[in-house]
């Protein structure tokens, strides 16, 4: 089986909302373009490395609903955890 690396992907038009609703904002660029060049760079990396990378799209709301319901705080350990949870559940699909 073939593993792939789920990466969050965040649309432009949410940037600023999720850069003031996390609890560690210090992990977000304060540029979308800035954040999605080295997103970008990040992943040709892996990619050169042999690891396959896919953009998990995420969406602010549904992010901040998964953490309330689980009592989680709002951080890179949360988004990589969300990420997994979406990317196991559209590759079932």
């Keep these: 089986m073939h593993t792939v690396l789920g990466v969050a992907w965040y649309s432009e ?11 560690d904002p210090d992990r977000f660029e304060e540029d979308y373009s800035d954040w999605k060049r080295t997103a970008e760079k990040t ?5 050169r490395q042999g690891t396959s990378v896919r953009k998990v799209p995420i969406r602010l709301h549904s992010f901040l609903r998964w953490c ?3 009592n989680r705080t709002a951080d890179a350990g949360a988004r990589a955890a969300f990420v997994r949870e979406i990317q196991k559940a559209t590759d079932e699909n």
Aim: proline share 5%; charged share 40%.
């Design 68 to 70: 309330a319901e689980r």
């Design 13 to 23: 038009d949410e940037w600023p909302a999720w850069r003031s609703s996390v609890a």
């Design 43 to 47: 992943i040709e990396e892996f990619e």
